[in-house]
């Protein structure tokens, strides 16, 4: 189907991919810029705003905070959410194809939503606001999302690879080690990377899960109220490399080659 | 499991307990892998939800909360303030996911039919752009529009203009343009796993047919893509609407998202059955207009295809 | 039910199956099967598909419970067992090999729960991959293989924990016609040379009658007949098993007369003459069975022929198949391309039917 646009298929993808990546490249740019104002033109290039940020003890401690919060809630996500894959892919029962439609239920409602209901439940029953919370609710996040991930490849599995192995002697469990677990692992590892950037970016759930301590998004947040703070610009853009790059390693481990190979 | 061994014919009954315990194992070990999941989202999303109902009918009586139940929220909710902010969600959000939608489309278009080498890296780069922090962006948007930020001060440097253009921030525009920005690779991948199931040769017999270029799109490829898009834009018109940072830091004086109406009454205003109320009220519109498009995007894509 | 002409009855049967029940939802798979094989047989299972013959595998190899019946294998009752502690193994249908592991790894599978050490292990599965022609694989990965190479990989790592039996689910369906025919030939070779119990399912009649010392024919969970290859084709034992192994013309008629071996029975506008048991009856339905190299075509009006029209031909290598219109109905017929045709498209011939080939079976509802 052609338009009378010749090159129209290019333009359309260099001009989209121009302006998906225009803020990346603009803080990035500007990180280095020796000026308090982000702004052309730029008069010199420095690391001053980065070694600032290496020492500023906000930024490790809620850094550390962030890395703490989304490993531990990934570990998590994972143990609980591939079984729960796993039983959705033996069992066609009715309740079971509820239970997946619930499990997919927080990626669908808006995260204030989720946010808030967390919170009056705490305070409901008193809970203090602390690690666990904010943790409670990053697993809440992540879990599905890994349910979902596991869960695509399952449908595509081959149960005959695990009945082989009976067959040649391997216990029901030998064989979910030996087999069905390698196979699945990629995709595990994949969803798990997704769900570990996703939870170092998450903002509004811990907006209202943390007591006193920071994430690095709330920093972000509330540094950037102040207006001209140059760190900001090194923080954000340290946090876009590091994403960008998880994203790269879990697409390089599972995802879109599942698209590529239908394409 | 050991044989009945030496045991000339077991009776039908043992054999059929055998498999009825066969089965209830199965059972069983299915529901203890479901169970971890289903328990910690009962907890923490199910109870929550219902909590935040009760929390809605409650009242605030001198900064404490008072466990009385009364409809007097939801009719505070239908406030100037809550319905213009729900509004002005909805006006960003619609107008969001149709933008978005629409890029994405002919982004997934040209990708899926009109490249041949690099099709994967293409692949990549549009799903990578995906990262990154989701605040950082924001305050890029500022570096970007804003008064002495990228554009305007490159526009001044080259002598375009005298002065900064202040019409780029602070605005529904700038609102919209960041999160089109946020949204289009999430709206790429579904419409773009909907377009790999259209077979490059039912468009071409649609042209041999007869159809011209926008009569095909129409009457062959909008039908095989309906459940595709009506997905991102369900997904897209969520997730703007429910944005609260992104209007607070680049919509300025004209209005304030539903989220923000909404995040107040547990913050400052400390009024939280008040935001509990407003939190369904808002969910409940969303849902309903979702639902709706949903289904409309079903029949049309039905009567498209006739 | 049915064991046929040629059921073996030997005590020590290799494997043996009792009233083998198996409900799936609300089809009965499995109907009550009884079943024999001696040790060293190449037996096929052989059936349309649903006829229950993949769960018949599938209950033997343990994967699947039957509701009722009992599975024995070299006498020792193994219906409870799962299929890690059953001395058997199988080869799939889609060959099932493990994308993860490497060819000799594999094979060398199972050997790992006989609790063979490293060394003996890699030694066996190198032996085992020597056998089946594929010495020097041992690194590869399964995807860099062809399909018949797979087939082989297969094979190797089902035989080498040395089992009882081997079960074969269809396992040459995907593979291109000439490899399938190497294959075949291969499978056989190798059989007889480990002189293994083979079990082979298929819906391919002409394979299983290539392969196998007997075939068993099923049908709607049930088994109809068990004899040797030949005695299937001569024999049939119903309507179904006569069309189903080799190609035949399958007529309906009512029996005339019976007298001396030989009925009568009018089909359509004529009357056949065949070789038929005393048994039947003067009135009875039937179905006869008369397969196409029983029919001779010779000129028109010659006597003792029927009237017919040829209304369709193929040439098919060293034969003409062709569709005769008579009144006995469309004949399909079977000639020898060598000699000159009697008649070619569109010709009038007269059909002559070998009575004494013909079978004749009694119509029931289920025929």
Avoid at chain 2, 53 to 68: C, E, G, K, L, P
Avoid at chain 2, 111 to 125: D, I, M, S
Avoid at chain 3, 337 to 357: F, H, K, Q, W
Wanted: include cysteine; charged fraction near 15%.
């Amino acid at each position: 189907m052609r338009l009378r646009l010749p090159g129209w298929p290019w333009l359309v993808i260099g001009g989209t991919l121009l302006f998906l990546y225009g803020p990346v490249f603009v803080t990035g740019l500007f990180s280095f810029s020796d000026s308090n104002v982000a702004g052309f033109p730029l008069r010199a290039l420095t690391v001053r705003w980065y070694v600032n940020l290496w020492h500023d003890p906000q930024f490790r401690e809620s850094g550390l905070f962030s890395v703490k919060i989304a490993a531990v809630s990934t570990v998590i996500a994972v143990l609980i959410g591939t079984p729960a894959a796993l039983a959705a892919a033996r069992s066609r029962s009715v309740g079971m194809r509820f239970l997946s439609g619930f499990y997919v239920v927080p990626l669908l409602l808006p995260a204030l939503v989720l946010a808030v209901s967390m919170a009056a439940m705490f305070r409901l029953l008193n809970v203090r606001l602390t690690f666990w919370t904010v943790l409670a609710g990053h697993v809440v996040m992540s879990a599905p999302l890994i349910f979902l991930v596991v869960g695509a490849r399952l449908r595509g599995f081959d149960w005959s690879l695990p009945d082989a192995a009976r067959v040649l002697g391997a216990s029901q469990v030998q064989a979910f080690l030996r087999v069905t677990a390698p196979l699945l692992a990629p995709a595990v590892l994949g969803g798990a990377i997704l769900a570990f950037a996703i939870s170092m970016d998450n903002f509004v759930v811990s907006l209202f899960l943390t007591g006193g301590s920071s994430t690095l998004p709330l920093l972000i947040w509330s540094r950037m109220r102040e207006f001209f703070d140059p760190t900001v610009n090194a923080m954000a853009t340290l946090y876009i490399v590091m994403t960008l790059l998880a994203a790269v390693i879990a697409e390089r481990v599972s995802g879109l080659r599942a698209t590529r190979a239908a394409s | 499991m050991t044989s009945v061994a030496g045991d000339p014919v077991a009776p039908a009954a043992v054999l059929r307990n055998r498999t009825h315990r066969r089965s209830i194992a199965r059972l069983l070990s299915t529901v203890a892998l479901a169970a971890p999941l289903t328990v910690w989202l009962a907890a923490l999303v199910a109870v929550p939800l219902g909590i935040l109902v009760v929390y809605s009918f409650w009242r605030v009586v001198a900064f404490q909360i008072v466990h009385v139940y009364s409809l007097a929220n939801y009719r505070a909710s239908f406030s100037r303030v809550f319905l213009r902010a729900l509004e002005n969600s909805l006006v960003i959000g619609l107008s969001t996911a149709a933008i978005t939608c629409v890029i994405a489309f002919a982004l997934a278009w040209a990708v899926r039919f009109r490249v041949r080498r690099g099709k994967n890296l293409l692949l990549l780069a549009i799903v990578a752009a995906s990262a990154g922090s989701y605040l950082a962006r924001i305050y890029a948007w500022r570096g970007i529009l804003g008064a002495q930020g990228a554009i305007n001060s490159f526009l001044t440097a080259v002598h375009l203009t005298s002065g900064p253009l202040g019409f780029l921030i602070f605005n529904r525009g700038a609102v919209i343009v960041a999160l089109v920005n946020l949204f289009v690779p999430y709206a790429f991948l579904p419409i773009y796993a909907n377009l790999l199931a259209v077979d490059p040769e039912i468009l071409e017999a649609g042209r041999v047919l007869g159809a011209g270029p926008i009569r095909n799109l129409r009457h062959v490829a909008l039908p095989l893509t309906a459940v595709g898009l009506a997905t991102s834009f369900v997904y897209v018109l969520i997730f703007a609407t429910g944005d609260f940072a992104i209007p607070t830091f680049l919509g300025g004086p004209t209005g304030l998202p539903a989220a923000q109406v909404i995040q107040s009454q547990f913050g400052e205003i400390f009024n939280w059955p008040l935001g509990a109320a407003m939190a369904i009220v808002y969910l409940l519109v969303l849902g309903g207009i979702s639902a709706l498009l949903a289904v409309y995007a079903g029949r049309r894509s039905r009567r498209l295809a006739r | 039910m049915a064991a046929g002409v040629g059921a073996v009855a030997a005590p020590a049967a290799k494997l043996r199956v009792e009233g083998l029940r198996f409900r799936y939802r609300t089809t009965e798979a499995l109907a009550g099967v009884d079943l024999a094989i001696a040790e060293g047989e190449f037996v096929s299972i052989l059936g349309p598909s649903g006829c229950g013959k993949t769960t018949l595998l599938r209950v033997v190899a343990g994967l699947l419970a039957p509701d009722a019946g009992r599975v024995f294998l070299s006498g020792r009752d193994i219906t409870h067992q799962p299929p890690e502690r059953r001395q058997l193994n199988m080869v799939f249908q889609h060959l099932a090999l493990f994308p993860h592991l490497s060819v000799v790894e594999n094979v060398a599978f199972g050997l790992r729960f006989q609790g063979e050490p490293k060394r003996i292990r890699s030694e066996k599965a190198g032996e085992m991959l020597d056998l089946v022609g594929l010495a020097g694989f041992e690194r590869r990965s399964t995807h860099q293989l062809s399909g018949g190479q797979q087939q082989r990989v297969a094979l190797a790592r089902a035989l080498v924990t040395e089992p009882e039996i081997l079960l074969l689910d269809e396992p040459l369906g995907s593979l291109d016609f000439a490899i399938r025919k190497e294959m075949q030939a291969e499978l056989k070779a190798i059989q007889r040379r480990l002189h293994i119990t083979f079990v082979f399912v298929t819906h391919d009649q002409t394979e299983a009658m290539a392969m196998s010392d007997r075939v068993i024919l099923m049908r709607a969970g049930a088994i109809v007949q068990d004899a040797s290859p030949v005695e299937t084709y001569l024999n049939p034992v119903d309507a179904f098993a006569a069309s189903f192994v080799g190609e035949t013309n399958l007529l309906q008629g009512v029996v005339e007369s019976v007298a001396a071996g030989v009925c009568s029975i009018r089909i359509g506008g004529a009357r056949v003459r065949v070789a038929a048991p005393d048994a039947l009856a003067a009135g009875a339905h039937v179905a006869v069975s008369i397969r196409p190299e029983h029919i001779t075509l010779r000129r028109a009006g010659a006597p003792a022929t029927i009237a017919g029209r040829v209304e369709n031909e193929s040439f098919v290598g060293p034969e003409v198949l062709g569709e005769v219109a008579t009144s006995i109905g469309l004949l399909k017929t079977r000639e020898s391309a060598v000699r000159a045709p009697v008649g070619r498209l569109g010709d009038e011939v007269g059909v002559e039917i070998d009575g004494s080939r013909a079978r004749v079976f009694l119509l029931d509802a289920s025929a």
